[in-house]
């Protein structure tokens, strides 16, 4: 017996074979994929036509059917029945067989005669150019296969020898035939729609909810697609905003607002933490992963996303501004206003949700003339957005781009705005990051060791311990990735050129509008961070407004607040008695409101801290005396809790200057009388008077004020019986004042306007603001 030849191939490996029924079963089971995909979409394509069909039939009305015959010149003519039998073998049948015969006769068959036609059986057989052919009379023939596209796969080698592969390309996916499917359905369904005009009320209201309930339904399936996998449904976010374009007047209205809403969520959500730059040419040509691509793609859809829907919002807000109806009349008049209401408040929350975003300007842009708005509802939410843009933004760069467009828009109105529009400025944050924020980065920074000096100091493992740490160490700063001080810095000083730029022009150019509060209220608290070159021009304008007796008294004690302010801070380098300021104080004092809790209170008491506690010691005795004179007497005439915060400034200033206990003591100190009407605190003898308020205070009804007013008779003292607790006596006026404020009597003033200012004068008499002082006490 002969042996075979011996191969020569060699045989294959265990892992080449193994690898080999991988690769065969990978592709076995794509072809299987494919196979049924092909399948199910044969069948959806069949049943697609099978319901047209159907629907065509369904259309059709059919005619009597009847029995004709041919003429010589060609025409069909009806046959007699008679001649009809007469045709027949009736010698050769029975009865019954031709009774069967004449009944099958005047019956239609379905295999030889449309049931729409009126013609006989025979007469198809003559051809003519008008025979109709429906459904019934094609032939059944499947359709012919299309030619799809293959993708040639890896061969495989085996013992017959290579085999080849390929595999259907596929065209279209399941999920979109679905999507196309319910899209024609729903237009189907939008065409079949019913008229409303001819339906009951109450049939109108519930074909409304079915129809909203179908809208909501869908943003409900999109929004989530979107929020499951934001990278690969990406384009589910262009069907979701076209949604905007809603057509149908019944729910026009109501499903534009819900994807309004919805879009803000969802790109609140799928927004990345980073700005999205656009890619030059050269990284477009370049080859990357595909991972890479997808992301590309994901941020390029976005931004461009993103853009178009807000200017769909831009395009809302203009609408209803200019009155302008659009082409499709689907949104009345009325209606543009509640819609841009809500394109209004979408503004508004991207723009504090996504301040590192693309287009964050021109958010900013759009929003800023509403901040002037005619109505108090736009005016008022964008106030607020802004404020709280402004208190949340840590690195400035928010704060300077909406400074610039106020800044824009105060210029270009001529200063004819609403205050509200410089209230929002109080709230930058530039004050507490300055003080908070960047003590950190003034430390110096950590030097790491040389080479030479841990080859020195440090032994072998502990060199290599402390290469480890420093490696540490720089991976933890550049992850911490925190802007620089510089750079804060800069930002800072940039913002405030521009808010003290907007405050000197209307210093300069406009001193009697409505926006003077707010400017002295800006100054007052942003006064510190002024350059020194300006002190000198700026108390002098102060002084200048306060002598003018234009101002209202909220305004006066602004003025004095904001110079003194100036003084506490840099100023203490330079040599200016701002006696005068003083005086002012001095006089306007007693004209405080006594009948309501109110906000100037609160800033009498800020005035008195800065003058008197943190300047003790360039403020004379006879000042200090004439102020807490004054102040005992005010205690006398306000309600208890300004009452509260006027003691607790006396004991700070009876711990500053420990010889006002004299005032306690009835015996006269030197010559002259006590003056109450003189308004010079320097002239008016108060070292011959006496606290005699104090005696009348203990027997208050409020029992802090006697708590405080009991203390203080005694000398307030800091340890002993008569002493205030630990927790009383370390918090400060302003805060005991708003603790004890009654929330449902706060009184604040309207915004006076230039017409009807109520002119206080700083040289008025004692007598003159002594009334306003005594309305709680009316005369028996």
Known sequence: MQSRPRSKKRKPTFRKLLKTSNVKLENKLKNRHFKQQSSSKKYRKEQKRLRQALKDESLRTPAPLERYKKRAGGRLTEEPEEEFEESLPVDMMEENDLEEMRAMGQKASFLTRDISSCEPGHARKRKSGN????????????????KKEVIHLLPIKDKTGIIRQTMEKPVVEEAEEEEEEEAELQEEENESGYDMSALDPEEQLQLRRQRLQDRKTRIA??????????????????????????ADPCVAVTVRKVVMISLMEILKDIVPSYRIRPLTEEEKATKVKKETQQLREFEEGL???????????????????????????????????????????CLCELMVALPHFNFHNNILVMVAPLLNDASPEVSTMCCEHVKKLLKQDKMGHASLGMVKVISGLVKSRNYDVNPEVLKCLLSLRIKEVELKKDTEHVAPKKKFMTYKEK?????????????????????????????????????????????????FRILKKAQKSVLLPVVLEGLAKFAHLINLEFFDDLLTVLHNLIESKDLTYRECLHCIQTSFTIL?????????????????????????????????????????????????????????????KRMSTLSLHVLPNSTVGLLASGRTLMHAFPKCDLLLDNESQGSGVYLPELQEPEFCNPHNTALWELHMLTRHYHPMVRKFATHLVVGAPSEGSRALSSELSRRSAVDLFEEYSPKDMTFNPPVPTSSSKKKVSPSSEFCEGYPVCRSRFPSK
């Open 568 to 628: 506490s801070g840099q100023g203490d380098v330079l040599n200016i008695d701002p006696l005068k300021f003083y005086t002012h104080l001095y006089k306007i004092l007693l004209h405080l409101h006594a009948g309501a809790t109110n906000d100037d209170v609160r800033i009498v008491l800020h005035c008195l801290e800065s003058m008197l506690a943190k300047r003790r010691k360039q403020v004379t005795l006879q000042r200090a005396l004439a102020f807490l």
């Open 131 to 146: 025979a109709v052919e429906t459904y019934e009379k094609k032939p059944r023939r499947m359709p012919a296969e299309e």
């Open 221 to 246: 399936g999109l929004g989530s697609a979107i929020l499951s996998d934001p990278t690969t449904n990406i384009k589910k976010l262009k069907e979701l905003r076209s949604m905007l374009m809603e």
């Open 303 to 345: 931004v461009s996303q993103y853009k178009f829907y807000l200017e769909d919002l831009e395009q809302t807000v203009k609408d209803w501004k200019q009155k302008k109806k659009k082409k499709s009349e689907t949104v009345s008049l009325q209606a543009y206003k509640g819609l841009a209401l809500v394109a209004i408040r």
């Open 455 to 503: 080859k020195k100091n440090l032994s072998r493992m502990q060199r290599k311990w402390k290469k480890a740490e420093e490696k540490l160490e720089k991976e933890l700063l550049e992850a911490e990735a925190s802007e620089s001080k510089d750079k804060k810095i800069k930002l800072h000083t940039e913002t405030l050129n521009i808010v003290f730029l907007i405050y």
